[in-house]
């Protein structure tokens, strides 16, 4: 069982790996899109510990689990200003849903918060609630 939840957690984050760069150019667009790349990144750093990809490392797990606490913490004013470019895949119903896209976004805020980063097992453990944040908020308001 904990390993068919390690393998998904590797999956997913893979599959957001792929997602990367999507390059608009409107300032406002490209910044939520970086902003969204680091909460990537530095989940797959939390995803490959707990997943024994790479070897736990203490200083790297605080750190990317930090980096997550602080984007999430930014989902909502990098997203509040209803901008667009050809590249986004922001669906309308963000602007329009206000309330309930910032609930999604406190919740992966809640979940990186709630993540132990002491070990790969407790990072593992805490994993499925981040993963399942960002599952929440794409399948609703992601092209
Ligand atoms: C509250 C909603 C929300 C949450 C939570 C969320 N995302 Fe996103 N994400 C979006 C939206 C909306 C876009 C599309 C932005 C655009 O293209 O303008 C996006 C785009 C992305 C992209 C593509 C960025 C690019 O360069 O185009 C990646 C990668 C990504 N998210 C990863 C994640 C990961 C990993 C998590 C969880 C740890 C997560 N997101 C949590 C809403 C969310």
New binding site residues.
């Given amino acids: 069982m904990k390993f068919v939840t390690k393998s998904l957690i590797a999956g997913f984050v893979l599959t ?1 790996g792929v ?4 390059e ?1 150019t409107e300032p406002t ?1 490209k910044a ?2 970086d902003l ?2 680091t ?2 990144m530095n ?1 797959k750093v939390l995803g490959e510990m707990a997943g024994g990809k790479t070897a736990y490392d203490a200083a790297a797990a605080t750190a990317a689990k930090d980096a997550l606490v602080a984007a999430s913490a930014e ?1 909502g004013a990098k997203f509040e200003p209803q901008a667009t470019d050809p590249k ?3 669906k309308a119903e ?1 602007w329009t849903n206000w309330d309930d ?1 910032l609930k ?2 406190t919740a ?1 805020n809640a979940a990186a918060t709630a993540l132990d980063a002491s070990s790969a097992e407790t990072i593992g453990a805490g994993m499925g609630a ?1 993963g399942g ?2 599952k929440d ?2 399948s609703t ?2 092209m």
């Fill in positions: 957001a997602a990367f760069a999507s608009a667009v939520r899109q969204m790349d909460i990537a989940t989902i986004t895949k922001a963000i896209f999604k976004a992966l981040v944040a960002c908020c794409h308001y992601q």
